[in-house]
């Protein structure tokens, strides 16, 4: 299409609304502000909350941003105000040859041998974790974040010692903070102020660490990227491995915590799938841990599912780089643009019963989910497909079976429990859970 021919299509229509208004909304309702717009104004529209972005919903829109588009929008000039300072160099924040050259150096860190050392190594740590917690814990969603969390600091960077892992623990905590934090300014916003410092000291930590992997080789992922090169020998630089690891540790942690407590409602919503969880964890019990995810076809279900419902991240946004079109209508360049593989989740046009909590709708015989390429997207798609997508799926297969096979449990006053959608889906309030032994 011609530049001329272009300006002649409309622009989207504008969702219009008192702006405070709209912000508070987009913070507690996110995908019910959608559902409303796209009942108003179709697919494709735009909306104030943070800044105006064009919202394209469904699945075509997905393949199209993620994958037919992906070359014309930017990653990286959409997460760049928000995380860019504290999570700098990670690969949401890189684009085109740069991102390529990035993601194929990080590859080894996420095969399958990588994955066997990983889940070896925290074997022991995962049913330690779960064995700690009380029979009556008055909030879980603190419970899996130390968990996941401190997977992540043994399995990634070698570390075993537990003062050690406290300081890693800490200062990642405040990192985290500090990148939801609304008040960035000095002075006033000191959560991102503590952030700033305590990457500082993060990066402190970690420089005498990827020097010794250069020297001495190891499993661990910092010991994989300090030995990965491309087929021209380039290797990633010592703050380039820093920069990854700090942004790794962040995707891998939040989200991993985020469906983690998820999990632990629908099935206490759903008892009936932890006693199937169960009897096929203990079928399993004699099968080696790296192997053994591959034989949970249930656990795999109820993980998607799950996924489907409680997507971690509900939108994925990018800038465009030169103007285009969309289903009829002008999109310009350094506009922002933002699809939610959340949404489409719940469009019936792709889901039997949409707000069913239905694992069996993942099965063989239904598939439910390849009716579209992109009508289930929450590791989103194309270049920037999330990496540990293969990783994350494992460990949670994993420690679900760990989970189920050594405890039930239920959530008093189940139907009262709510979840934040933004920045990250994760429990409104304590999620309290009353577990008993098996």
Not at 283 to 293: C, D, E
Not at 397 to 402: D, E, P, S
Request: aromatic fraction near 10%; charge should be positive.
């Amino acid at each position: 299409m011609t530049e001329t021919s272009n300006a002649r299509l409309p622009l989207p229509p504008f969702a219009r609304g008192f702006f405070p208004l709209s912000l508070y909304r987009f913070y507690t309702d996110l995908l019910g502000t959608i559902q409303q717009h796209y009942q108003n104004y179709g697919p494709v529209f735009r909306f104030r909350a943070l800044s105006v972005s064009t919202v394209l919903l469904g699945a075509e829109a997905n393949q199209w941003a993620l994958v037919a588009q992906q070359k014309s929008l930017s990653s990286a000039k959409a997460w760049s105000p928000l995380i860019g300072q504290l999570f700098r160099g990670g690969l949401l924040l890189r684009d085109g040859a740069d991102h390529r050259q990035h993601r194929k150096l990080l590859m080894p860190a996420f095969r399958q041998e990588a994955l066997q050392y990983y889940l070896s190594s925290c074997d022991a740590l995962i049913d330690q974790h779960i064995q700690s917690w009380p029979q009556n814990c008055a909030d879980i969603y603190p419970k899996v974040k130390e968990l996941t969390l401190e997977i992540a600091i043994r399995s990634f960077f070698g570390v075993s010692h537990p003062k050690e892992i406290q300081i890693y623990n800490t200062l990642f905590t405040q990192v985290v903070a500090g990148s939801i934090a609304y008040n960035r300014l000095p002075l006033i916003g000191r959560t991102y102020q503590q952030a700033v410092v305590a990457r500082h000291q993060l990066v402190a930590m970690m420089v005498p660490l990827v020097a010794q992997r250069r020297k001495e080789a190891s499993q661990d992922m910092v010991g994989q990227l300090c030995q990965s090169r491309d087929e021209e020998g380039q290797v990633l630089s010592d703050q380039e491995i820093i920069d990854q690891m700090i942004f790794i540790l962040m995707a891998a942690h939040d989200t991993t915590a985020s469906t983690l407590s998820s999990l632990f409602y629908e099935l206490a919503v759903h008892p009936e799938w932890q006693s199937k969880l169960r009897q096929e964890a203990d079928g399993l019990a004699s099968v080696a841990l790296a192997k053994r995810p591959d034989e949970m076809l249930n656990a795999q279900m109820v993980i998607r599912e799950t996924l489907r419902r409680n997507t971690p991240l509900k939108v994925v946004p990018r800038v465009l780089l030169e103007d285009t079109e969309f289903q009829g209508f002008r999109l310009e360049k350094s506009q922002m643009v933002s699809v939610f593989p959340a949404f489409t989740h719940f469009m019936p046009d792709y889901w039997a019963n949409p707000e069913q909590f239905d694992p069996l709708r993942f099965s063989p015989e239904r598939s439910e989910h390849k009716k579209h390429s992109f009508a289930y997207a929450p590791f989103g798609g194309g270049f920037h497909t999330c990496l540990g997508q293969f990783f994350a799926e494992k460990f949670l297969a994993v420690i679900l079976g760990k989970i189920t096979s050594q405890c039930s449990w239920e959530i008093p006053a189940v139907q009262t429990r709510r979840f934040q959608q933004v920045p990250i889906h994760v429990p409104k309030g304590p999620l309290p859970v009353h577990l008993s032994r098996v």
